[in-house]
């Protein structure tokens, strides 16, 4: 059974930064690609950030030059480092498992809040 635990959400400021983490169960080698996810209320869910077996990323247009996607396989981790955060990204944060860099798996986590608010 798949199982992906996400942490690292919060209140942040705008221009303030945050780490997520990603731990998957099996091991993050079990996957091809891990990817995050996020969505605000009333909205759908949309792509952010992924990562390959090979290290490859890709991000969304929106993000790129502020949000960094990487992986630890030893600590068995994938993260997503937000920085210089918008108050229009306030969303639940979620992670992906099971697919590629462009689309999304069968796998999520239960999410974690992302509030950006002065």
Do not use: H
């Amino acid at each position: 059974q798949v199982q992906l635990v996400e942490s690292g959400g919060g209140l942040v400021q705008p221009g303030g930064s945050l780490r997520l983490s990603c731990v998957p169960s099996p091991r993050i080698s079990a996957f091809s690609a891990m990817g995050w996810y996020r969505q605000a209320p009333g909205n759908q869910r949309d792509f952010v950030a992924s990562i390959g077996w090979d290290g490859s990323t890709n991000y969304a247009d929106s993000v790129k030059g502020r949000f960094t996607i990487s992986r630890d396989n030893a600590k068995n981790t994938v993260y997503l480092q937000m920085n210089n955060l918008k108050p229009d990204e306030t969303a639940v944060y979620y992670c992906n498992a099971g697919g590629g860099l462009t689309t999304p798996g069968g796998y999520w986590g239960q999410g974690t809040q992302v509030t950006v608010s002065s």
